[in-house]
């Protein structure tokens, strides 16, 4: 079992900054990739970006050279996701995701909020 939650949502004007953490505990070990996903009100969710145990990173189109994914360690203690030149279309609850060999795990979520 692997237990995510995530922290550093909030309120922001638009061309600010925050930084989203996610904190896995449990069989963390197993983990072999977290993603960032986000949702909007009425729409999917959709993938934001992921990182694998060997560091490398994947972005939508729609965040890429304003988000960056991170990982402190490759224990997978804490995922931040850090989101420079924030728009009002980025506006959603973000959540983040572990793959495992045998299957995901979601946290909670966090809201953030861009106002324009």
């Known amino acids: 079992q692997v237990q995510l939650v995530e922290s550093g949502g909030g309120l922001v004007q638009a061309g600010g900054s925050l930084s989203l953490s996610c904190a896995a505990s449990?069989?963390?070990?197993?983990?072999?990739?977290i993603s960032w996903y986000r949702q909007a009100p009425g729409k999917q969710r959709e993938l934001v970006a992921t990182?694998?145990?060997?560091?490398?990173?994947?972005y939508a189109v729609s965040v890429k050279g304003r988000f960056t994914i991170s990982s402190d360690d490759n224990a997978w203690n804490t995922v931040y996701l850090q989101m420079n030149s924030l728009k009002p279309e980025d506006t959603a609850v973000y959540y983040c995701?572990?793959?495992?060999?045998?299957?995901?795990?979601w946290g909670q979520g966090t809201q953030v909020t861009v106002s324009s």
């Open positions: 995701k572990a793959i495992t060999r045998w299957r995901a795990y």
């Open positions: 990182i694998t145990k060997g560091g490398s990173t994947n």
């Open positions: 449990g069989s963390s070990s197993s983990i072999d990739a």
